[in-house]
């Protein structure tokens, strides 16, 4: 099948939806699929080794925005003209889309393609989950527009989570599928290589904002190291950028635990940082749809994870009470040193943990198994709009 997966934000970026597609179309590649990418303003993928397995097409440039504690870029309107010669010479099989989406490019593919192409099948995911009121009524806002131009046109809408799927409902008047994010087991344990975890270490990899808990893990360090919950040979690695980084320094030089800040780690260096963890923690407070961080850790090796307790991380962890977190309850920073110090101290409870993780979630969200659950649906739609023509 030639496979098109369209996404107003640029490739450049190394943010969840871009791993997403990323991952996917690698493996449908892999399987001999034509993978094509319609993108916003995309430079560096195009010669990009990461992406030499498929066809990146620009169509819009992008202007930077914030949305729901998040940076991304939304695009400017695209050039019909570009759109509609691009789908008269490519003739895609499916066009999947990645949602919500903007009327300005992603709209007028779909638009373009129901026109020229009718018996395209088309696939929207949404990957979105929300913690304000603000945020969502922002999305019902987009969602009308959407559905008002071009909703009609999806085939099929999906969803990385139940909290997406509820987003979708909520916003677009949609009901989605839950086909959840994918993770490249293999990948990230060839990453790892001869890497395991170091006794005593506690690893945090994510942005340096409120939303991904780096204040609430400093008040369980601090709450647990004076309260002597601690070995006193424990060590933390918080490694990440953004606006939170230098205020997480100044307090972590306040106490006697080891604290290190690498800053930002690369995606070549990524599964190698986990694997160190005997303990892997991301305390996120909300707005958070999946998780994908989650899993990676788990299949790099490290000894087991902790989740913040919000309903994304709760979906992908399968509700497991015991590793998830209590961030935002007023004794939260109790509660998350009593399980950092049993992860590094109850050696049985966390070998038992461990072993479910790996078990148990990574052949579920394996990218070899997702992407099978979608190209099984892809031929599905493909077969029935063939005979309803």
Not at 236 to 245: D, E, H, R, Y
Not at 311 to 322: A, I, K, L, Q, V
Request: proline share 5%; net charge neutral; charged share 20%.
């Amino acid at each position: 099948m030639k496979i098109a997966f369209v996404f107003d934000d640029t490739l450049d970026a190394p943010d969840g939806i871009q791993q997403h597609i990323r991952m996917l179309g690698r493996e449908y590649a892999r399987r001999g699929h034509d993978v094509h990418y319609l993108v916003g303003q995309t430079r560096a993928a195009q010669s990009d080794p990461a992406w030499d397995f498929a066809t990146i097409h620009p169509l819009a440039r992008n202007v930077p925005v914030k949305f729901n504690g998040n940076r991304m870029r939304i695009p400017l309107p695209s050039s019909d003209r570009a759109i509609r010669a691009l789908l008269t010479r490519e003739r895609f099989d499916v066009l999947h889309v990645q949602a919500p989406y903007s009327p300005f490019m992603s709209g007028k593919v779909l638009a373009a393609a129901h026109r020229l192409t009718p018996l395209t099948p088309v696939f929207a995911t949404y990957h979105i989950a929300v913690d304000s009121g603000i945020a969502m009524a922002g999305g019902m806002a987009l969602g009308r527009v959407i559905d008002a131009r071009t909703a009609r046109y999806v085939t099929r809408s999906l969803a990385v989570s139940s909290v997406a799927a509820d987003y979708a409902r909520r916003t677009a008047g949609v009901t989605a599928t839950v086909v959840p994010n994918p993770i490249d087991v293999e990948a990230m344990r060839a990453g790892a290589g001869d890497v395991r975890p170091e006794p005593h270490h506690v690893v945090f990899l994510g942005r340096f904002v409120e939303r991904k808990g780096v204040g609430v893990l400093l008040d369980a360090l601090e709450w647990g190291e004076a309260h002597g919950l601690f070995p006193d040979d424990m060590h933390v690695t918080m490694a990440g950028g953004g606006p939170l980084l230098e205020s997480a320094r100044a307090r972590a030089a306040g106490l006697r635990t080891r604290i290190d800040f690498p800053g930002r780690i690369s995606e070549e260096g990524k599964a190698a940082f986990l694997a160190s963890g005997q303990v892997a923690v991301f305390p996120a407070t909300g707005a958070e749809s999946f998780g994908i961080v989650l899993l990676e850790a788990i299949a790099a090796g490290s000894g087991v994870v902790l989740a913040g307790d919000n309903p994304g991380y709760r979906s992908t962890m399968m509700g497991r009470d015991d590793v998830l977190l209590d961030t935002t309850g007023p004794d939260h920073a109790e509660a998350m040193a009593r399980a950092i110090a049993r992860a590094v101290t109850d050696e049985s409870w966390a070998a038992e943990a461990g072993a479910w993780e790996r078990e148990t979630l990574l052949p579920r969200y394996d990218v070899r198994s997702v992407a099978g659950t979608l190209l099984d649906m892809y031929a599905e739609a493909q077969a029935a709009r063939t005979i309803r023509a």
